[in-house]
């Protein structure tokens, strides 16, 4: 196997601090030269970029993310800054005299936005019925308490023959309670007189 005449992509990259991509775009351009092998001789590389200017964003260094708790106070507007101090305060977490970290901003994001949901929450709550709706709910369920309130007479008339004024009171008492009972729940009585 032939030694290389150069160094690859990957270690020139690392040797200039540049984008990988941005380079390889840049070689695939023939803004930079390239070795007969295809890999690349780093003094010839630095003169052909010496004058260029650092225009392509992905040849640019590879920007490094924050750390999570590092402070982005400097990158976020005054009033963003506040509005994240204020959500975070309301909510418990006082942090009014440390630096705003990656994590408060998410924080603050997640509260906000679980704000954002119960108020659509709550709107979706007071929401208005139509009126034929809760007519026809109310028409149905009406017509069920009818049905069975007029049939009990028949049900229990021979039950209450003969017996003393106190004791069909009573008995009638306790037929209205179960039939409403029965409504109440759902019950039997609904599906029977539906």
């Not at 991509?21 to 070689?27: D, I, N, Q, Y």
């Not at 695939?28 to 030269?33: N, Y």
């Not at 101090?85 to 005299?97: C, F, S, Y």
């Amino acid at each position: 196997m032939a030694e290389a005449l150069g160094i690859s992509l990957r270690q020139l990259a690392l040797r200039l601090g540049r984008d990988k991509g941005g380079l390889s775009r840049a070689a695939r351009d023939g803004r930079i030269p390239r070795l007969p092998d295809g890999t690349f001789d780093e003094a010839a590389v630095r003169t052909a970029l010496a004058g260029e200017a650092l225009t392509d964003p992905v040849d640019a260094p590879p920007r490094q993310r924050p750390a999570v708790n590092a402070p982005v106070e400097p990158d976020v507007p005054e009033m963003a800054a506040s509005l994240i101090r204020q959500v975070l305060a309301e909510e418990g977490e006082d942090i009014a005299d440390a630096s705003l970290t990656l994590t408060h901003v998410r924080m603050a994001v997640g509260i906000l936005k679980a704000r954002d949901q119960a108020r659509e929450n709550d709107v979706a709550r007071r929401a208005l019925i139509e009126i034929e709706e809760v007519g026809a709910v109310v028409e149905e369920e009406y017509a069920i308490i009818r049905a069975l309130f007029t049939s009990m007479p028949g049900e229990i008339a021979i039950e209450l023959e003969g017996l003393p004024a106190i004791e069909i009171q009573e008995r009638l008492a306790a037929k209205v309670a179960e039939i409403l009972t029965a409504l109440s729940a759902d019950g039997e009585y609904k599906a029977e007189a539906a």
